[in-house]
């Protein structure tokens, strides 16, 4: 399966760790998006890349959050100092982006990074 | 990025047509309607997208009224497998995130 795969699938850490989340898009795709789902919500955008270039970040991402993407392959996504209330699932996305003139892009997600501070 | 209204939550007998209602009234000339569906614990799936024709697909038929103002989701032979939390976003030729609502919660009763 080429599928959107996430590393790991569920962390369990003490407030005030960092972590460190790894998204490998599929193949091919340029465009790679990270978002967070809390409990009974619909996903929220954090940020995404082009290639190598992070293009757009939400207000949700604060500074404690950052985001690479270095050879415009996979992508990490680090929490530091961790709060209660980061835990949430973290859903990566990836798309083909051909052109800004032509809607062809769809968003395939991954099975989600699982956080779970304590 | 339009706005869109889903009934919170629906149930479906198993082998019926599912029909899931999404209202986006202000949608303008240029937004996609998109629906994906999550299943507990998993990531969205996708499932299909439209302009203004009405789509279909091996998962399911999207039909959009002719002012484009609400669309209909068909799941022509629901399965138990397809409970889940369906969800309709619109977005915009320049749109780069999707803005996900809460969603309808599909429920297939057996």
């Known amino acids: 399966d080429t599928g959107v795969s996430q590393d790991p699938r569920h962390k369990i850490t003490k407030r005030g760790q960092n972590v460190t989340f790894r998204c490998d898009p599929i193949s091919e795709h340029n465009r790679l998006y990270w978002y967070r789902q809390t409990l009974g919500q619909g996903p929220e955008f954090l940020t995404y890349?082009?290639?190598?270039?992070?293009?757009?970040k939400s207000r949700l991402l604060s500074d404690r959050f950052s985001a690479e993407r270095p050879k415009g392959s996979f992508s990490t996504l680090e929490i530091q100092r961790t709060e209660q209330g980061d835990s949430a699932m973290y859903l990566c996305?990836?798309?083909?982006?051909?052109?800004?003139?032509?809607?062809?892009?769809?968003?395939?997600f991954g099975p989600g990074t699982r956080l779970l501070v304590l | 990025d339009a706005k869109t209204t889903q009934p919170p939550s629906m149930d479906c007998a198993e082998g019926r047509a599912a029909n899931l209602p999404c209202n986006h009234s202000t949608i303008s000339g240029n937004e996609y309607v998109y629906w994906y569906r999550q299943i507990h614990s998993q990531g969205p799936q996708y499932i299909i997208h439209g302009l203004k024709n009405n789509e279909t697909n091996e998962m399911a038929s999207l039909i959009i009224t002719e002012d484009r103002k609400s669309s209909t989701l068909i799941l022509p032979h629901a399965t138990l497998r397809d409970t889940a939390v369906y969800y309709c976003i619109v977005r915009g030729l320049y749109g780069q995130n999707f803005v996900f609502g809460p969603g309808t919660r599909l429920s297939v009763l057996p």
């Open positions: 996305a990836s798309s083909l982006f051909l052109s800004t003139d032509v809607i062809t892009e769809t968003q395939y």
């Open positions: 890349f082009q290639n190598e270039a992070q293009l757009e």
